[in-house]
C-alpha cells in the first residue's frame, strides 16, 4: 500500500480542545468531553487505544475506569459500531494479555462485551512514503488503519522523546515482529532515532480523537519518578494530535517548540497554535 501523508485540514471545531477538571466521576466527564466534541465516528469500528506500555498501574499506564466509561458513551452513541480495545505492550518478559489482565481490562472487557486485541499480533499491512528518510516502509495492525481510532494516553514526561502523550500513544501499535531489536523493548528498532520515528509514524497514521488523561502526570519519566505536583487535575480531548500534544507538554513545564516531533508534526499533523480550549 502506498502512504502519501499531506496537510491535515480542520474547521475549527475540530481544531478545538476540550477541557474538563475531573471530579472522580469518570462516566460523567468522558460523556461531557464526548457530546461536547461532537464526536461522531458514524457507525464505524471504533479502536480506543490506551497506555498500557507495561503491567504496571496508573498513572504509569491508562486508567481502566476512563477506557470503561468511553466504551459505555460509544454503545450508546455509535450503535452497531464495534468497540474493541487495542494495544501492544513494549515489555520484553510478557505479553499484553498478561497486562490486559494485570491492569482490569479483561475484566472490564468480559463485563462490557467488548472485545481486546493484542496490536503486538495482529495482522499487518505494509506501507510505503518514500519521502520518508528514516522509515520510508512501514509495518501497521491492519484493524488500526481499518477503523476509527481514539487515543487514551497519560500525561508523562518520556527520557528519549521529552513527553509521551497522543503521537508517541501510537508506539503502541508498532509490531515487534518488525521493530524489536536484540531481544530488547519490543519497540526498541525506533527508539534510537525517538523524535524522527514518532513523527515518521504519525505520518502513517494519527489518532481520529484523543482523550489524554491528565488527571495525575508523571514528570520526571514515563515509567517512574515523581509525579505532578499540584496534579493537573484535568481531561483533554480533542481531534488534533498535535494541539493536544503542544498542550500537555505545556502542563509538564516543557515548551512544545523544544519537543522534535511535536514542532516539526506542527502545520503538517496538526496545529500547536493558537489552541482554542473550551473549559467545560
Not at 470503561?68 to 455509535?78: C, E, T, Y
Request: glycine share 8%; with cysteine.
Amino acid at each position: 500500500m502506498i502512504f502519501s501523508a499531506g496537510m491535515v485540514t480542520m474547521d475549527r471545531k475540530r481544531r478545538r480542545l476540550y477541557v474538563r477538571r475531573f471530579d472522580s466521576d469518570w462516566k460523567g466527564s468522558v460523556a461531557a468531553l464526548l457530546d461536547a466534541a461532537e464526536l461522531d465516528p458514524g457507525g464505524r469500528r471504533v479502536v480506543v487505544k490506551p497506555n498500557l506500555v507495561v503491567a504496571r498501574r496508573p498513572p504509569v499506564t491508562t486508567p481502566v475506569e476512563l477506557v470503561a466509561a468511553i466504551v459505555d458513551w460509544l454503545a450508546v452513541r455509535n450503535p452497531g459500531g464495534e468497540i474493541v480495545v487495542a494495544d501492544g505492550t513494549g515489555a520484553a518478559a510478557y505479553d499484553t494479555w498478561h497486562v490486559f489482565r494485570e491492569l482490569g481490562y479483561t475484566e472490564m472487557a468480559d463485563r462490557k462485551g467488548v472485545r481486546l486485541v493484542d496490536l503486538n499480533t495482529e495482522p499487518l499491512e505494509r506501507l510505503e512514503n518514500p519521502t520518508l528518510r528514516t522509515w520510508p516502509e512501514f509495518y501497521l495492525p491492519r484493524i488500526v488503519l481499518e477503523s476509527f481510532l481514539i487515543s487514551v494516553p497519560v500525561l508523562k514526561a518520556h527520557t528519549l522523546a521529552d513527553v509521551t502523550l497522543t503521537m508517541k500513544n501510537m508506539m503502541g501499535a508498532v509490531p515487534p515482529l518488525h521493530y524489536q531489536a536484540d531481544g530488547h523493548w519490543k519497540k526498541s528498532a525506533l527508539h534510537a532515532t525517538m523524535h524522527e520515528s514518532t513523527l515518521e509514524l504519525n505520518r502513517y497514521r494519527t489518532p481520529d480523537f484523543t482523550i489524554l488523561d491528565a488527571t495525575q502526570g508523571m514528570r520526571e519519566a514515563h515509567l517512574w519518578g515523581a509525579l505532578c505536583d499540584p496534579p493537573p487535575g484535568l481531561l483533554v480531548a480533542g481531534y488534533d494530535p498535535v494541539a493536544t500534544d503542544a498542550y500537555g507538554a505545556g502542563l509538564l513545564g516543557r515548551d512544545w517548540r523544544e519537543i522534535g516531533y511535536i514542532r516539526d508534526a506542527d502545520g503538517e499533523l496538526g496545529r500547536a497554535e493558537p489552541l482554542e480550549i473550551i473549559e467545560l
